[in-house]
């Protein structure tokens, strides 16, 4: 868009894209975006949104995320439930197991939330089990989250795991390109 131009330009929608650099100086934060965000947020115009040029950002709220160590808010009602009766992944199969779920829970939310902290610098922190629900959000847009969803189509399914492409999920969103 700074390239070209906005004269042609009347919509930009997101799904589940972080728009914020990671923090600086953070340990065990490693900029993922290998400097990108950063020149985005120094050399673009901020987003606003006008009648002219719409910005909508769609994040997901799927996982809350764990510190890796320590005490953390996240718990076992963090997550949405999954159907043992499906066909599962092994993370899936953890859960499945005579442990407790508590226990496989909080080992997967300490998991998602170390990737939450490489793309904002905070693990404890809500999103769609890839980039944290603050990240997806832009200052100056229309910042829509949407309950229980997650962030790609691999692993996702259309019922107990549905990501931004699945047909009841897009129902919530598609109606903001059609205007």
């Not at 829509?144 to 699945?166: A, E, K, N, Q």
Request: charged fraction near 15%; charge should be negative; include cysteine.
């Amino acid at each position: 868009m700074e390239e070209f131009g906005f004269s042609h330009i009347s919509l930009l929608l997101t799904l589940g894209s972080p728009h914020l650099p990671p923090a600086k100086g953070l340990p065990g934060v490693i900029d993922q975006t290998r400097g990108l965000l950063n020149y985005v947020e120094k050399h673009c115009t901020k987003a606003v949104y006008t009648p002219q040029l719409r910005y909508v950002c769609i994040a997901g709220r799927y996982i809350q995320g764990a510190r890796f160590l320590g005490n953390s808010d996240a718990n076992s009602n963090s997550t949405v439930p999954i159907d043992v009766d499906q066909p599962v992944s092994e993370v899936d199969i953890v859960n499945d197991m005579t442990m407790s779920t508590s226990i496989a829970t909080t080992l997967r939310t300490r998991f998602i939330g170390q990737g939450y902290k490489q793309v904002c610098g905070q693990a404890d922190v809500w999103g769609d089990g890839v980039v944290p629900e603050v990240s997806a959000h832009l200052e100056g847009a229309l910042n829509i989250s949407l309950d229980g969803v997650y962030h790609s189509p691999v692993g996702s399914d259309d019922t107990l795991r549905p990501w931004y492409g699945s047909p009841a999920v897009v129902e919530q969103w598609i109606h903001h390109l059609l205007n």
